[in-house]
């Protein structure tokens, strides 16, 4: 998913969107190198979705609807991955345990 946030810039006070090169360079939901994103990794998203929101109600952003909008979508798309993965790594590992599945 590529937000508005993160397309061309993030948005400055007031919703006129600014460049930020840091913001463009962070990974979504898809990793470059393997295709799949870990569970680490979307974490680790999660967290600077979390710092961002903090700087924004700091900025006073939060007033600004379409971008606090945008950042919540995209949090609620980090747990929805999250929960996915974590879900494929458990799958993976029991699978390479040899263990039969019944159910």
């Known amino acids: 998913m ?6 061309r810039g993030s948005y400055a006070p007031g919703g006129s969107p600014k460049t930020t090169p840091a913001a463009d360079d962070m990974p979504v ?3 470059e190198s393997s295709g799949v994103t870990s569970v680490t990794e979307i974490r680790a998203r999660l967290c600077e979705l979390h710092l961002e929101r903090l700087e ?3 900025n006073g952003l939060v007033r600004c609807k379409p ?3 945008d950042l919540y ?3 609620a798309d980090q ?4 929960v996915r993965a974590a879900l494929d790594e458990i799958l993976a590992l029991r699978s390479e345990l040899g263990n039969r599945q019944f159910g």
Do not use: C, F, K, N
């Open 2 to 7: 590529t937000s508005r946030r993160h397309g």
């Open 29 to 31: 939901l898809v990793s």
């Open 56 to 58: 924004a109600e700091s």
């Open 67 to 69: 971008y606090m909008d």
């Open 73 to 75: 979508a995209e949090w």
């Open 79 to 82: 747990q929805e991955a999250l």
